[in-house]
């Protein structure tokens, strides 16, 4: 059994009681600790995490056609030990998801997850506003055991509206993840645009994603921007 925990907000600590297994990020391995000898390995996924080789390199397909692919690594854990994951000092934020729960994340934000969730790249059509492109990787709560880490650039926010039922608006190149209570509770693309967009006079917020009351969801947004997007202008 795996438990995840924090360290200084930048590092990411999984207990491993017994035997187990963990998918991180290459190379996010930092330390690990042990009785006796040294009783977990690594190994790099060819395709991916799926059971079986077809849906694995199905999956693998998916994720480098939508540019959702990430190097991902399996850590073998035959025994009780501690180990330490990290990715360039960035913040470290756990999320334990119930069965059936769904995560959306961009794919270079996800730290590690175990092996009780389903990890899967689908379409959301969201290409024209963010450099991501048009699909966002996905992660589902299979069993009891679903923890997933996620990476933030700074410490993150954290948008509810389950309560308030107000509309929530980001920035797609500061989103990191969305969970809903319904499904994958995906968010509308918006446009702001007007003349001044076609003369280079424009805000640099021409487009955001938007989630209207009807739909409860947690946004989890970090305090930096990617670079990319459309700019829509004529110099």
């Known amino acids: 059994m795996l438990t995840f925990e924090t360290i200084n907000e930048l590092t990411l600590k999984v207990t491993c009681t017994g035997n187990d297994v963990l998918f991180t990020k290459a190379g996010s391995f930092i330390a690990g600790e042990n009785p006796g ?7 790099k996924l060819l395709l991916g995490p799926q059971g079986n080789i077809a849906q694995a390199a199905l999956g693998s397909i998916m994720r480098r056609v939508t540019k959702e692919n990430i190097p991902l690594m399996k850590v073998t854990m035959m025994g009780d030990s501690v180990t330490y994951y990290a990715d360039y ?10 069965i059936g729960e769904i995560v959306s994340v961009e794919s270079e934000n996800i730290l590690a997850f175990t092996q009780d969730c389903k990890y899967s790249v689908r379409f959301i059509g969201c290409g024209v506003v963010s450099q991501k492109g048009l699909a966002t990787s996905t992660l589902t709560g299979t069993g009891n055991n679903a923890y997933v880490a996620i990476l933030t650039n700074g410490n993150p926010i954290v948008l509810n509206n389950e309560r308030s039922r107000d509309n929530i608006c980001v920035d797609p190149d500061a989103v990191i993840c969305w969970m809903g209570q319904s499904g994958y509770c995906d968010p509308q693309i918006r446009a702001d645009l007007s003349w001044k967009n076609f003369i280079g006079q424009a805000s640099g917020e ?23 997007g459309i700019q829509v202008s004529i110099d």
């Not at 000898?37 to 190994?43: A, I, T």
């Not at 000092?89 to 119930?98: F, T």
């Open 206 to 228: 021409s487009y955001y994603f938007e989630w209207s009351g009807s739909q409860p969801v947690s946004v989890v947004v970090q305090p930096s921007e990617r670079r990319g």
């Open 37 to 43: 000898g040294k009783n977990y390995k690594f190994e």
């Open 89 to 98: 000092s960035q913040h470290v934020v756990i999320y334990k998801l119930a």
